[in-house]
């Protein structure tokens, strides 16, 4: 496995790569390296000749009171899962090259913000529209995978490359679980060992919400109220729990199409997010 970390090499390493008639897969991450990313490295190694990761911690996808400078980071520790798992380059610039100036042009995220996470956190996804657009120009590839844990990013990332005709296949991968059912996650290491025994209840007022859905259960309300009983269990702050379309994430009044029902809950040092996407067929009501 090859490190890069500059925009130049990149850039020339990829162009190359292209032109000997390869594709590039291109998994985007901020590093510490858990089996979610590796199921994303795994696809991409299935799809394509050439798969190329990127670990850039963004600056700009924080908040100012947000976790930018305590997000986990271990470099030496994540060369090596890359390693093993199959990375062909792996793309590690640091903020002085993906920003070495003051920016002339801006990035803002206009629709599927004003809700789930882009509610909680504004200017979020101004920021990963503005990483993700430069990471493809950089990294070139023919197809770039992101886990649906993230499913408002997906779905927003998707919209990017259709507004900018950016030619790159949009690739979304499922979630990766524990055994127990907590979403892996990178912020996962901040729980306490209390909280970490009461997030599976992340999981559980999901699954509970989806066998609702599955019995015929159509209200919303009613669904969010059953999330919440689970959610109350844990001695987190409750941040969202919404049941929206999906990938629109507008609101809904009965569940008739594709829908998200996701959840955000605030404990000591980490924020969790989980979610369950339900596409129609599977959903077995006759509204
Ligand atoms: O999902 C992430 O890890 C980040 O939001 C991404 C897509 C790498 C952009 O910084």
Redesign the pocket.
């Known amino acids: 496995m090859r490190i890069i970390t500059t925009i130049n090499e990149m850039q020339t390493f990829s162009k190359k790569t292209l032109r000997s008639g390869k594709t590039i897969g291109f998994v985007?991450?901020?590093g510490y390296l858990h089996e979610g990313h590796m199921s994303l490295v795994e696809e991409a190694l299935k799809q394509n000749d050439c798969v190329i990761m990127s670990i850039?911690v963004?600056p700009l996808?924080f908040g100012p009171n947000e976790d930018f400078d305590r997000y986990p980071r271990d470099l030496k520790r994540d060369e090596e899962l890359a390693k093993q798992a199959g990375v062909d380059i792996l793309f590690y610039p640091n903020v002085k090259e993906m920003y070495p100036k003051e920016r002339t042009t801006r990035l803002t995220v206009q629709e599927r913000v004003d809700t789930l996470c882009g509610e909680s956190r504004p200017g979020h996804f101004d920021g990963?529209a503005t990483?993700?657009m430069k990471l493809l120009q950089i990294v070139l590839p023919d197809r770039a995978y992101?886990g649906m844990k993230?499913a408002q990013?997906v779905a927003v990332i998707k919209g990017l490359v259709e507004d900018f005709n950016v030619p790159v296949e949009i690739v979304p991968c499922p979630i990766i679980r524990e055994e127990d059912g907590l979403a892996k996650s990178s912020r996962n290491v901040y729980l306490t060992p209390t909280e970490r025994e009461e997030a599976i209840q992340l999981s559980r007022s999901l699954d509970a919400a989806a066998n609702a859905i599955e019995r015929g259960e159509t209200n919303p309300v009613r669904i969010k109220e059953l999330i919440i009983s689970y959610l109350n269990q844990t001695s987190g702050v409750i941040d969202y729990v919404e049941v929206l379309s999906y990938p629109a994430l507008e609101a809904i009044d009965v569940m008739k199409e594709n829908i998200i029902v996701a959840v955000a809950v605030q404990f000591t040092a980490a924020r969790l997010i989980d979610n369950k996407v339900t596409t129609r067929s599977e959903i077995a009501i006759g509204v």
């Open positions: 985007p991450t901020m850039f963004n996808q990963v990483v993700v992101f993230d990013q």
